[in-house]
C-alpha cells in the first residue's frame, strides 16, 4: 500500500523525484528531446508516469511495440499520432497503438504535463525509418514534428 499526497501548487507527488525524461538524447533521426521530466507515480506489472514537457519542449518522436494512454493534465499540448495532430487541452485522452509513431509537444507557455500508462514490461523505443519519415515530411500537416 502507497499513498504519495499531490501538492497543487508544485504539480508534484510527495516522496516522487523528477527525472530525465531518457538518459541520452539520442543520436538517431527524430530521437532527440528537449526540456522534458518524467515522474514514475506507480511501478508494477504496469507503469503510472506523468511527463512535463517545458515551454519550447517535445518528447522524441518514436514507435514501439507496447500501447499506452496518454491523459492531458496541465497546460496545452499538440500530440502527433501517426499521420493524426491533436491539439490537448486538460483531461484529454490520446491512446497510442503499437509501432505507431509519435511525438508530444508544449503548445503553450507554461508547461505541458501528461498522464501515461505502459505496461511494466515493454520494448526499447524505435526511430522511424525512411518510409515513415518521408512520409511525415510530406505532409504540411505533420512536418513540423519531423525534427
Not at 500530440?79 to 505507431?100: K, M, N, S
Not at 509537444?105 to 526511430?127: H, I, K, S
Request: glycine share 12%.
Amino acid at each position: 500500500m502507497r499513498h504519495a499526497a499531490f501538492d497543487p501548487a508544485a504539480f508534484r507527488w510527495e516522496g516522487v523525484t523528477p527525472r530525465p525524461y531518457k538518459d541520452d538524447p539520442g543520436a538517431a533521426r527524430g530521437m532527440g528531446w528537449r526540456g522534458v521530466a518524467r515522474h514514475t507515480l506507480v511501478r508494477g506489472s504496469f507503469e503510472v508516469r506523468y511527463f512535463e514537457i517545458a515551454h519550447g519542449g517535445f518528447s522524441s518522436l518514436e514507435k514501439h511495440a507496447h500501447e499506452h494512454a496518454v491523459f492531458a493534465v496541465r497546460g496545452r499540448g499538440r500530440a502527433l499520432v501517426g499521420d493524426a495532430v491533436f491539439e490537448l487541452a486538460q483531461l484529454d485522452l490520446v491512446e497510442t497503438g503499437p509501432w505507431v509513431p509519435h511525438r508530444w509537444v508544449n503548445a503553450g507557455d507554461e508547461p505541458f504535463g501528461f498522464l501515461c500508462t505502459v505496461d511494466g514490461e515493454r520494448d526499447r523505443p524505435q526511430p522511424l525509418d525512411d518510409a515513415e519519415w518521408g512520409a511525415l515530411l510530406g505532409d504540411p500537416a505533420t512536418a513540423p514534428f519531423a525534427h
